[in-house]
């Protein structure tokens, strides 16, 4: 399945590499990624590739943390919120 | 592949705009514990619901996790407690099984502790609804509802008089918590088989065993989205349409994906804006997001007639399966917007029967004066069925008289259930009419064969 990883907050150095250091650790790959401001948010959002039997909810945790320390909101979800509701 | 601004879109209506799924509700038929033994039919109620619901919050709590969309409530509806205890008299006994399974599943309420009377009552099931008093206030979790008329029945007033009296009991039972036992209690007219809301929820015998259903929400999504519409009311229409669109497939994703880990059958999606007390959740601030100073102005049906078509006519396309009570929900003591405008005299019960005329239900959660005679509360009731049996939808009526206190007060009955302003009822006697028990005929209309 894919999983979307949002980051939305302040931008600051290193919220890249820390996102993608625990990805690689988790033995996640990173489909796509971009970064914008929105609506005056710092928005990063990566499409990841995960396994089937992959602990998305272990992965939200970690990546809920990692946000907090940062200062920033990290979320882990599954693409098919998105899909159902933007896409027919 | 979706776009940034779609995500940044989706993830700012659950952050920012408190769009939640607000109920997935697993409906579990009780037709195979039927048995001539109360203590039988007790015990394999207990084991059924333990059984089929034991995953239940699990699943709604994973799928919340990886989809990062809240599923607040995790609640079972059950075939009418009337229909399966009628061989052996064992209600009380069944509704104790009920609260204590539910309380082993991990959910806050099961509904179903339901007769359906609407055109007659059996001694049985009048003696069922005269034990519903002591059912709801002996226990916690369980929630009742009585069908006393349908638009191919008419109204059982016999039904009708002996409601109010029940509704006035489960007062004064619990009249040291604001009379709480009535906020789980609904007297409806056109009940439906598939709602997955409480207080009203039942699993009706024509559904498959093990169907899960959806309740949808958002009031806080449609009122932001509204917020950059200047245009007609045809634009303010489609705004609520493309927005009931998107909240409704997330409902239908949830839906299925639930019903697939729990084993269970697809149920429905219950396209409903239904609010919370908290701030940013409510309906009436659509309403006046759409142009009135306070919800009640002239104009307030009118609006609220619009709210809800579109909403219905948004979500139908998004889901497979549309059902349950589908539209715009008013609970007074739910809805900050709702709260505000009945304390400050701005919103009467006559208006707010107006607005059941065209939005889901009916009259719910508005606390009354403690004193309101039962005649009164049936007259309440009747008025309200007379509009669903004309108009051929549901209403509702789930009142408070809140023993000991009087308008001006606030009843409290906390968490999702809100508080309210009790709010004063025309009390000129409607007993003579009441007292005259029998039937109101079904409407011309209803014969349609």
Redesign the interface.
Known sequence: MKA?V?V?GKDKKGIIAKVSGILLEQDINIE?I?Q?I??D?F?M?M?VSVSANSD??KL?TIMNNLGESLGV?I?????????????L | MINNKEIFETIQMINQQHLDVRTTTLGISLLDCVSDSAKVTAQKVYDKVTSAGKNLVKTANDIASEFGIPIVNKRVSVTPVSIITAANGGHLEVIRALDKAAAEIGIDFLGGYTALVHKGMTAYEEQFIRSIPEALSTTARVCSSVNIGTTRAGINMDAVALMGKIIRECAERTADQDSIACAKLVVFCNAVEDNPFMAGAFHGIGEKDLTLHVGVSGPGVVKHALESVHGDLNMVADKIKETAFKITRVGGLVCKETARRLGANVGIVDLSLAPTPVMGDSVAHILEEIGLESVGACGTTACLAMLNDAVKKGGIMAASNVGGLSGAFIPVSEDAGMIKACAEGKLTIEKLEAMTCVCSVGLDMIAIPGDTPAEVISGIIADEAAIGMVNTKTTAVRLIPVIGKGVGDYAEFGGLLGHAPIIPVNTNSPLKFISRGGRIPAPLHSNKN
């Open positions: 979307i949002s939305i796509d971009s914008t929105m609506q948010y928005t959002i499409m998305v909810t939200s909101t979320r882990v979800q599954h693409e098919d919120i998105f899909n159902s509701m933007h896409k």
